[in-house]
């Protein structure tokens, strides 16, 4: 198997070291964090997908410089992250759990009441870098919902395996999943 997948997205060529997350599986290792270019040709692509909304909401951490960049260029004042624990200046939070294809462990996803009363009755878009298994995407639409928020858009960069088969998502590039 080759060691590097060459991606092309929103203009912007990468090659992705290919790694082992299981005997049976390997993936693209796509991290944005830092990657300020292909935040920035990336967001006004996918920004201009979704349909009205009234907040962002993202997984902490790799989604936030995607979700700070496309909060800009829709002229909004606020974005909210789920963060993955409990943090003490958080009151009433609400929590979920999920256990992601990277991580392959349960992490908290964790909403403070104040975000939670923000986007009660609001209309939400999901934002994440990599839409794989769909079980982070599920988490934080669940927590949404628990806070009373209204999810109309999933949205990210790129839809791994199967997940690019979904009707439900909006993405710009499909991410194979490489299977030994």
Avoid: W
């Avoid at 790694?19 to 990657?35: M, N, P, R, T, W």
């Avoid at 958080?90 to 909403?111: D, R």
Wanted: hydrophobic share 45%.
């Amino acid at each position: 198997m080759d060691t590097i997948y060459k991606l092309k997205v929103a203009g912007i060529e990468r090659e992705l070291p290919i790694i082992s997350i299981s005997e049976e599986l390997s993936i693209a290792s796509f991290v944005i964090l830092g990657d300020t270019e292909l935040v920035s040709h990336t967001a006004p692509k996918l920004a201009e997908k979704l349909p009205p909304v009234d907040f962002l909401v993202t997984a902490e951490a790799k989604g936030i410089p995607l979700v700070y960049e496309i909060s800009k260029l829709l002229g909004m004042n606020h974005y909210i992250v789920a963060r993955k624990s409990i943090k003490p200046y958080m009151e009433s939070p609400i929590v979920n759990e999920v256990v992601s294809i990277t991580t392959q462990k349960k992490q908290l996803l964790c909403l403070d009441s104040q975000d939670a009363a923000a986007i009660k009755g609001k209309r939400i878009a999901i934002i994440d870098d990599v839409i794989s298994t769909g079980h982070s995407i599920q988490a934080l639409e669940e927590l949404i919902k628990q806070a009373g928020g209204e999810v109309v858009a999933k949205a990210a960069i790129l839809a791994e395996g199967d997940a690019a088969e979904r009707e439900d998502i909006i993405f710009l590039e499909k991410l194979p999943l490489f299977k030994k």
